[in-house]
């Protein structure tokens, strides 16, 4: 079975404080994803990786960083939190043109 | 990627078909309908998804119209666990990126 595993279930920080969400997906997929969910909007897509190194914007990116050094491994960056950025974050992974899995995701509390 | 229209919710008596529809008039000859589901407090899962054939697999069934504009996917047996949001996508397989709109609230009733 695929896996792809985050970091936290449950987040709590400081406004101002630099966050980290990590995830990471076992299956060898080239493709992964950050979103965030939010009631009343959904799924929206914070940004992407195609590959090692490589990333690309999604449709909400203001205030978010992503690395991808490893292939197994997307982390999410949040520079500075802020309290708009309370929400859940979803992690996925997807084989190069198949169906994407997601993580259990974290809650994120900015305080 | 196309855009995808759902009702924002609808309910099902357990036991019976849950048939939830999904309109994708602007879908383009090389974009996949998928369908993912999303419990309350987990992340999303993925259903089935098509091109323009039917298809089923042990989850559900998905019906894609012979113009593609539109496809309903069908629960045959709902239970109780099948209560969740579901989430219609088109997309080209070889996007990078998937679009989730706001899906359909499914409550199944005892």
């Known amino acids: 079975d695929v896996k792809v595993t985050q970091s936290s279930r449950y987040l709590v920080k400081r406004t101002g404080e630099k966050v980290f969400l990590e995830c990471v997906q076992d299956?060898?997929?080239?493709?992964m994803f950050w979103y965030r969910q939010d009631p009343g909007l959904g799924l929206r897509l914070i940004y992407f990786s195609y590959d090692v190194k490589m990333k690309e914007k999604g449709d909400i990116p203001e205030g978010y960083s992503v690395s991808r050094e490893k292939k197994e491994r997307f982390s999410l960056i949040l520079e500075s939190a802020s309290t708009n950025q309370t929400s859940m974050y979803l992690c996925?992974?997807?084989?190069?043109?198949?169906?994407?899995?997601f993580g259990p995701g974290t809650r994120l509390t900015v305080t | 990627d196309a855009k995808t229209t759902q009702p924002p919710s609808m309910d099902c008596a357990e036991g019976r078909a849950a048939n939830l529809p999904c309109n994708h008039s602007t879908i383009s000859g090389n974009e996949y309908v998928y369908w993912y589901r999303q419990i309350h407090s987990q992340g999303p899962q993925y259903i089935i998804h098509?091109?323009?054939n039917n298809e089923t697999n042990e989850m559900a069934s998905l019906i894609i119209t012979e113009d593609r504009k539109s496809s309903t996917l069908i629960l045959p047996h709902a239970t109780l666990r099948d209560t969740a949001v579901y989430y219609c996508i088109v997309k080209d397989t070889n996007a990078g990126k998937s679009t989730f709109g706001d899906g359909t609230t499914l409550t199944v009733k005892p």
């Open positions: 299956m060898d997929h080239e493709n």
């Open positions: 996925a992974s997807r084989a190069f043109s198949y169906e994407q899995y």
């Open positions: 098509g091109l323009k």
